[in-house]
């Protein structure tokens, strides 16, 4: 009985319609090319190529979607055979013709499968691409020589190195389709492979791709540039050149050794890390797993950075969009950064003229606090301020209707205090954007003591529908991210004064992939910042704690930044000066003296490594205080806010790569220099999760 019902959720079931074999991939949610996928293709092609009265076949996914990737679990191991390529083999093996017939996604080995058939058909709104070189790795079917043999070199190296997705009808005019069709597919395919009775027409056997050299080298460097000299996209470069300087099968052999040696790398394994990662981050908890709130309608207090950012996102996510300000004059100037926003779009061709319409038509502004009752939800964006924030929730709570889901964009404030000033705290919640809103994926979704299930899953619901990355965070301190980035920035401090200049530290973290060191970030967001929470802190820090006062006398000589010329680094017309001028050196010499430290300089790996453990040890500290649900979250967290190079999978999966008794053993070593108040976390939970 059991074995029965095993049989029949085959991955791969066929059918006989009019001599033509249907061969139907069932492996949902994406019919992911897994082995028993992969087992079920070949016994399939067995069937046509050994049955006389079947004069074709044709490939279709069952469900939502043909195939729209492989099966990334299989890939940390040896791959079993049917491997991919074998598949294809079989397919261009057998004597009659295999139509696929795409609809939904074909990535991937998906998209290898298809260029493997004999003609390819698709559903209009079918996405078409091969993502490998987004997870570390290439493509290792055939892509990298079928495609250009198509699409031509350098429009198939745009793909195949950045992983880009196009849709039916671009790839209908590359002829990397034949069909488009608006409906029925199936019958269509049926009828193609119908006609094509009798004849095989491989891409293999198709002549190579030839290409002005200009164009090429022209595509290989804006490729480069893009993908930040990665080793996947180099090789994605080279494979594809061999479609044109090597023989068929001899390219496609170099292909595949590619793309083995790329699948067990390092930062294959990081990419794949990141990619589970991000999938696992938006799943919520089971006491939260509840319907959401339906949210049609946003009303944002605080027009500024955030205010303004927010509202393109939500405009951009189709939501109708209320602007609530203080006063007029600053109303009218957010007002008119959004609606400048969409012009820029408009000038730079990104966005079409009617689009930007109706996202501006969909845009209130008021100073009149009744209008809030018209929304679903309100986010609160305005000063960092408890005293603020307190005073305007009161006033939200007088005005929103009930149900409304109330949010608050706070970096560091207690999101409790801030749900006592309402009648509703279990409406309030935090949602943390970051900057600037309209651009940056993370979405720290903050839980307060009081906040309603449904309230947590509709701001988790939200963060999707303006297509962030929402990440559900507890209520403490910085929540995930600026907590970790305040220890990790705190550390950097300290070897500022142990012998480092900033340029060591911020080149030694650049080499390790951050778009930018701690200091030129800090330059760029401005000192003062920083510089005002500290002095408010003053009087609860414990004095025995190590306390780097450089930020404070650079602060102090107005040197706060960027936008006053200077602060770490000196500015000339806006361009950063390569090293700290004698200014910032003479005041982190003294700051050395003071402390009676020596100063010797600092190996770049062994900045690395301080930076990255004292995010590792607040990670595992946060973990352990049930900040972050899991330990992944906090690598999602790191990589889509702060910049943390994907490759290197996040600082938990940094971790995970290190010996774990050299981990401690430095561990101990930068408490004793980091003195008191640095508390020294178990990795266990961290490394075992
Ligand atoms: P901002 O100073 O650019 O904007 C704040 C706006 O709030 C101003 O336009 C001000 O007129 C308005 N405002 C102040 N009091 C008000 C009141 N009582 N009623 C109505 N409007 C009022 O500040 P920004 O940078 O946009 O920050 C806002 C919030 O977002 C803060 O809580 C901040 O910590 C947080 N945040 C800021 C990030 C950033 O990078 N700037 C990143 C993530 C969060």
Known sequence: MEMNLHKNQSAVRTEVINHILLIEINNPPINAGSLAVRSGLRDAIAQLAG??????????????????????????????????PSVIAAIEACSKPVVAALHGAALGGGLELALGCDARIALAGTVLGLPEVTLGIIPGAGGTQRLPRRAGLARSLQMVCSGERIKADEAKALRLLDQVVASDLQQHALALAASLTGRKCRIRDESPPTEDAALLAQAAQAALRAGKGRPAVLAAIEAVRDAARLPFDEALARERAVFQQLRVSTEAAALRHQFFAERDAVRLPADVKTPARQIRSVAIIGAGTMGTGIAIAALDAGLSVLLLEQDAAALQRGQERVVAHYQSRVAQGKLQASAAASNEARLQASTDWSALAQADLVIEAVFEEMAVKLEVFRKIDAHARAGAV?????????????????????????????????VMKLLEVVRGAQTAPDVLATGMAVGKLLRKMPVLCGNAFGFIGNRIYNAYRKQCEFMLEDGAWPEDVDRALEAFGFAMGPFTVADLSGLDIAWRMRRAATATRDPRERYVAILDGLCEQGRLGRKAGAGYYSYTDGKKSPVSDATVRQLIGAASDKRGIRRAALAAEAIQRRALLAMVNEAALLLADGVAQRASDIDVVLVQGYGFPRWQGGPVFWARQQDRAALEHELQQLALSAGHGFTVADLSPLLNA
């Open 51 to 84: 049955a006389p009265d079947l004069h074709a076949g044709v490939i279709i996914g069952g469900g939502a979607t043909f195939m729209a990737g492989s099966d990334l679990r299989e890939f940390g191991q040896p791959l079993q055979e049917p491997q991919l």
């Open 406 to 438: 109330l949010a608050t964009n706070t970096s560091y404030l207690d999101v409790n205090a801030i749900a006592s000033a309402t009648q509703r705290p279990q409406d309030v919640l935090g949602l943390h954007f970051f900057s600037p809103a309209n």
